[in-house]
């Protein structure tokens, strides 16, 4: 089964910037729609964002117009830029791969990479 492996989470003050990158580890696995989510202590995993391998993406309401999902196919990675980050943006970040837009995951979690957003 493949495993995805998320990185670039970090500590970062209110209305600064992170970059978080997503690729599988050890496998030939080709990213097809890809989504990320994250949880937020005490709460569930939700829905951040998704693309499709042909590049049109999908946003939660909370996050849109603050972060952008990318792709690069030929790095078979996936990317999420978050500006203007908020405390409320505190969480576990983790991507998997989905249909449509990709807010049901089908694959299995890696561990995620944590972004603290401080106030």
Known sequence: QVQLVESGGGLVQAGGSL?????PSGSSFSLNTMGWYRQAPGKQREWVAGITILGS????DSVKGRFTISRDNAKN?????MNSLQPDDTAVYYCNYGMGSARTPLGSWGQGTQVTVSS
Do not use: G, K
């Open 57 to 60: 993406t999908y946003y939660a």
């Open 19 to 23: 970059r978080l990158s997503c690729a």
């Open 77 to 81: 990675t996936v990317y999420l830029q």
